[in-house]
């Protein structure tokens, strides 16, 4: 029977426990590892870039879905130059639509971290984590739909790109500030 070992392994939490600590150990050594040292140092300057990036990112999104909302509303008309592919289909329409909540999570969570930061409280790397992740998944989720659909409009998927992918200069270091408390 196919399913059952996918399903005992589901429903076995002992399972899920350690295979849970083996992800965790993996990025931990991913963090320590000697070719990686140079992410995963935890000082001043690197906390000041991420904190940047972070601040810049998310209010930049920030500025696309007020600028997405009133020209919903009707009140602008943006420049068909800078319009994705079929933007006028309900479709892609709703498919724009559906990364509002993630792109609000990830910007809430980047703006909390960099506020919590600058007061000096020690629970911004849990944001800025939680943050740096729900920002690759929109970036992955837009990058995924523009390939699948052979979309590879620069103005689009570049931006989306780099949403997959500099997260990755952090991760590992706010992973070993974390492990570390």
């Known amino acids: 029977m196919p399913l059952r070992p996918f399903w005992h392994a589901w429903a ?9 600590r083996a992800g965790i150990a993996l990025w931990y050594r991913l963090a320590n ?8 140092i935890v000082t001043p300057a690197r906390q000041k870039a991420l904190i940047a990036a972070l601040t810049l990112t998310d209010s930049l999104f920030l500025l696309y879905w007020a600028v997405t909302l009133i020209a919903a509303l009707g009140v602008i ?6 319009l994705y592919a079929n933007y006028h289909d309900p479709r892609v329409i709703a ?8 792109d609000l999570a990830f910007s809430g969570t980047g703006l909390t ?3 919590a930061w600058r007061r000096g409280a020690k629970h911004w790397p849990i944001a800025a984590l939680i943050s740096l992740i729900l920002t690759m998944v929109a970036g992955g989720m837009a990058v995924s739909y523009w ?8 103005a689009w998927f570049l931006p989306n790109l780099a949403l997959l992918i500099w997260p990755l200069a952090f991760l590992p270091a706010l992973i070993k500030k974390l492990a570390n408390g």
């Open 113 to 115: 971290a960099a506020a």
């Open 95 to 102: 498919w724009n639509w559906s990364f509002l909540p993630v």
């Open 147 to 154: 390939a699948i659909l052979g979309e590879y409009n620069p």
């Open 77 to 82: 008309t943006p420049p068909a130059a800078i």
């Open 33 to 40: 590892a000697t070719h990686h040292q140079h992410f995963a």
């Open 12 to 20: 076995n939490p002992l399972w899920q426990t350690r295979n849970a």
